[in-house]
DNA sequence: GGCTACAGCCAC
DNA sequence: AAACGTGGCTGTAGCC
């Protein structure tokens, strides 16, 4: 059963041919059960409304989301030209989300120059997506991808509809411990001023240096013969003066007080809860984005303010070394799977089981020279260690090196489940023919080199992070479905939405990392169903090759607890 | 005052 | 370990 939510001009859907009433929608959506697959054009627009009504969907198709996976796949053929402008379906944005305590526009009526009914049609939409799909020989796989894709929308509606549970008094205890009082407006918190002081003593700067403005530093630090060619934190800890010690407080804490002081505090927490609006799809790869708050670099020092409602407790479960696992399974390799296992065959620790494979003598070099394998570093002891990972493991590392020089070459590559990289832009094409015109000199050549090495790190790193970012989908998708048939557990729902009030429900993803908000009673029943879906994402993306995904699961009332 | 570019740092 | 992949966000600086 798949019923489409088809827009009309007078402001009412209609749902399989049937005319409904926005406000009649979360009865009818709820009364069709968990069998259904609700279409839609964009799940952010239609599915907080369905919350707020503490209706939740088992089950959507979002053909916004669907379509830009399509349009660009090569493992799909879109009909029509291939250089086709884009159409409404490729350029409309997410609708935005709205805290629950500002006025909804999701069912109200629509204005008259925003009416859904200039939308583009969803039922033409769907078969085009239908027959695009049962068109490819890799239809299996794009109906994971757009089946995990849709889950992953309705996820993240849901988890920003929760919010993260945030103390706002433990954040400002956070801010005063490390920067002293809350300052008033235009000040310096008391430990910036000081240290402020200090380095203006170390440089012997007037007290007009303001170490706020980079260019009066940078002279000043010139000035003093500090020998400091930028300000950046990795090149000011190798230089031996007394200014750099305080200096580097001052950044960092400096860095904390702008990005997550006080004032973001008040901007983006209300009523004990953070939301941010995640963007999913919002990356190229295929990862998430996130949109107000920065949710998906949330700094480790305020991680305490995360403190789970009276009665509730935080599961915290991220994959250990998830993208060199992705990657051992994309290219087939069993060496590396089984440096995956480890030695006793349940490994926790890949980069152990590279060590004990003998390829490299520290934990350390394996990692690093992974990491260079897969973001294309060629320097330092990364690029030392490659040979070695290559000789060990020639299938992984030849598959990365593949798909480097798909993208040197300017062509696409797509990861395991179907989405696929976008093309190298106009400045590329030019550099590239620029280096065989007749006049083309050595600059040229270089620049074109240059050029096309970069797109090849782009490439080769895209098909690890997508697809890992694949994996993890799938992970919440099944983690969302799971934890809805452990069902309600008897606890205060204390600030907690419906329909989740008393049941274990998500509150954060960072790409490899979750968070879930649960009844306390219930917490090792999450704990398993976390790990049991993370070996169901592997399953579901590559079937019975022996890779195994760990996950190290904590269960604490605090997230900081939790790591 | 608004806009853009850039440097820098946080997360993965 | 080194500055190599993906982002968001903040401030300064310089422009109109």
Same mark, same amino acid.
């Given at each position: 059963?798949?019923? =489409?939510?088809?827009?009309?001009?007078?402001?009412?859907?209609?749902?399989?041919?049937?005319?409904?009433?926005?406000?009649?929608?979360?009865?009818?959506?709820?009364?069709?059960?968990?069998?259904?697959?609700?279409?839609?054009?964009? #799940?952010?627009? %239609?599915?907080?409304?369905?919350?707020?009504?503490?209706?939740?969907?088992?089950?959507?198709?979002?053909?916004?989301?669907?379509?830009?996976?399509?349009?660009?796949?090569?493992?799909?053929? !879109?009909?029509?030209?291939?250089?086709?402008? $884009?159409?409404?379906?490729?350029?409309? $944005? $997410?609708?935005?989300?709205?805290?629950?305590?500002?006025?909804?526009?999701?069912?109200?009526?629509?204005?008259?120059?925003? +009416?859904?009914?200039?939308?583009?049609?969803?039922?033409?939409?769907?078969?085009?997506?239908?027959?695009?799909?049962? &068109?490819?020989?890799?239809?299996?796989?794009?109906?994971?991808?757009?089946?995990?894709?849709?889950?992953? &929308?309705?996820?993240?509606?849901?988890?920003?509809?929760?919010?993260?549970? %945030?103390?706002?008094?433990?954040?400002?205890?956070?801010?005063?411990?490390?920067?002293?009082?809350?300052?008033? @407006?235009?000040?310096?918190?008391?430990?910036?001023?000081?240290?402020?002081?200090?380095?203006?003593?170390?440089?012997?700067?007037?007290?007009?240096?303001?170490?706020?403005?980079?260019?009066?530093?940078?002279?000043?630090?010139?000035?003093?013969?500090?020998?400091? *060619?930028?300000?950046?934190?990795?090149?000011?800890?190798?230089?031996?003066?007394?200014?750099?010690?305080?200096?580097?407080?001052?950044?960092?804490?400096?860095?904390?007080?702008?990005?997550?002081?006080?004032?973001? @505090?008040?901007?983006?927490?209300?009523?004990?809860?953070?939301?941010?609006?995640? =963007?999913?799809?919002?990356?190229? #790869?295929?990862? !998430?984005?996130?949109?107000?708050?920065?949710?998906?670099?949330?700094?480790?020092?305020?991680?305490?303010?995360?403190?789970?409602?009276?009665? !509730? #407790?935080?599961?915290?479960?991220?994959?250990?070394?998830?993208?060199?696992? =992705?990657?051992?399974?994309?290219?087939?390799?069993?060496?590396?799977?089984?440096?995956?296992?480890?030695?006793?065959?349940?490994?926790?620790?890949?980069?152990?089981?590279? =060590?004990?494979?003998?390829?490299?003598? #520290?934990?350390?070099?394996?990692?690093?020279?992974?990491?260079?394998?897969?973001?294309?570093?060629?320097?330092?002891?990364?690029?030392?260690? @490659?040979?070695?990972?290559?000789?060990?493991?020639?299938?992984?590392?030849?598959?990365?090196?593949?798909? &480097?020089?798909?993208?040197?070459?300017?062509?696409?590559?797509?990861?395991?489940?179907?989405?696929?990289?976008? @093309? $190298?832009?106009?400045?590329?094409?030019?550099?590239?023919?620029? &280096?065989?015109?007749?006049?083309?000199?050595?600059?040229?050549?270089?620049?074109?080199?240059?050029?096309?090495?970069? !797109?090849?790190?782009?490439?080769?790193?895209?098909?690890?992070?997508?697809?890992?970012?694949?994996?993890?989908?799938?992970?919440?998708?099944?983690?969302?479905? *799971?934890?809805?048939?452990? +069902?309600?557990?008897?606890?205060?729902?204390?600030?907690?939405?419906?329909?989740?009030?008393?049941?274990?429900?998500?509150?954060?993803?960072?790409?490899?990392?979750?968070?879930?908000?649960?009844?306390?009673?219930?917490?090792?029943?999450?704990?398993?169903?976390?790990?049991?879906?993370?070996?169901?994402?592997?399953?579901?993306?590559?079937?019975?090759?022996?890779?195994?995904?760990?996950?190290?699961?904590?269960?604490?009332?605090?997230?900081?607890?939790?790591?």
């Amino acid at each position: 059963m798949q019923p =489409v939510v088809v827009p009309s001009p007078d402001g009412s859907v209609r749902v399989d041919g049937r005319r409904v009433a926005l406000g009649e929608l979360p009865s009818v959506v709820a009364s069709a059960g968990a069998a259904a697959r609700w279409t839609w054009d964009d #799940t952010n627009r %239609w599915y907080p409304g369905l919350l707020a009504a503490g209706v939740r969907v088992d089950r959507s198709h979002d053909l916004r989301l669907a379509h830009r996976i399509l349009r660009g796949s090569a493992l799909a053929a !879109w009909p029509g030209p291939a250089d086709a402008p $884009p159409g409404p379906w490729d350029t409309l $944005p $997410p609708a935005p989300l709205t805290p629950a305590d500002e006025p909804a526009m999701l069912f109200a009526a629509p204005g008259p120059s925003s +009416g859904p009914a200039e939308g583009p049609d969803p039922l033409a939409e769907l078969a085009v997506q239908d027959a695009v799909v049962a &068109a490819s020989p890799s239809a299996g796989r794009l109906r994971l991808l757009l089946a995990a894709e849709s889950a992953g &929308a309705l996820a993240a509606v849901e988890m920003y509809h929760a919010g993260l549970p %945030w103390l706002a008094d433990v954040h400002d205890a956070v801010l005063t411990e490390t920067l002293g009082p809350r300052p008033r @407006l235009g000040e310096r918190p008391a430990r910036l001023e000081e240290l402020a002081q200090l380095i203006r003593g170390a440089l012997d700067a007037p007290a007009s240096l303001n170490p706020d403005s980079p260019q009066d530093l940078l002279r000043a630090l010139q000035r003093a013969g500090v020998g400091a *060619r930028t300000l950046r934190k990795w090149e000011l800890e190798k230089l031996d003066h007394p200014v750099v010690e305080p200096l580097l407080e001052y950044k960092s804490l400096y860095r904390l007080l702008t990005a997550n002081g006080w004032a973001w @505090l008040e901007a983006w927490v209300r009523e004990g809860r953070f939301r941010s609006e995640y =963007v999913v799809g919002g990356v190229v #790869t295929g990862r !998430w984005a996130s949109s107000g708050g920065g949710a998906l670099q949330l700094p480790k020092s305020v991680r305490r303010a995360v403190v789970a409602d009276p009665g !509730w #407790t935080f599961v915290v479960a991220d994959a250990a070394q998830l993208e060199p696992r =992705v990657l051992a399974a994309m290219a087939g390799d069993d060496a590396m799977a089984a440096a995956g296992r480890g030695p006793d065959g349940r490994g926790a620790d890949m980069y152990a089981g590279i =060590v004990a494979s003998g390829a490299v003598p #520290t934990r350390e070099l394996a990692k690093v020279g992974m990491l260079g394998a897969m973001y294309g570093g060629t320097t330092g002891s990364s690029g030392q260690v @490659l040979p070695r990972l290559a000789k060990t493991f020639p299938r992984s590392l030849a598959f990365v090196d593949e798909a &480097a020089r798909a993208g040197e070459r300017g062509e696409i590559v797509t990861t395991h489940l179907g989405r696929s990289s976008p @093309l $190298p832009g106009a400045t590329w094409h030019e550099a590239q023919s620029g &280096a065989y015109q007749d006049d083309a000199g050595d600059d040229d050549v270089a620049r074109a080199r240059s050029y096309a090495r970069s !797109w090849g790190r782009f490439t080769r790193n895209f098909v690890v992070q997508g697809t890992a970012a694949e994996w993890a989908l799938c992970w919440i998708a099944s983690i969302r479905r *799971r934890l809805w048939a452990l +069902g309600p557990a008897d606890v205060s729902a204390g600030l907690v939405p419906p329909p989740f009030d008393a049941r274990p429900h998500l509150v954060f993803f960072v790409h490899d990392e979750i968070v879930v908000h649960t009844p306390a009673a219930l917490a090792d029943a999450v704990a398993a169903e976390v790990q049991a879906a993370a070996a169901e994402a592997g399953r579901l993306l590559f079937g019975d090759f022996p890779v195994q995904f760990p996950l190290s699961v904590a269960v604490a009332p605090s997230y900081a607890d939790a790591k």
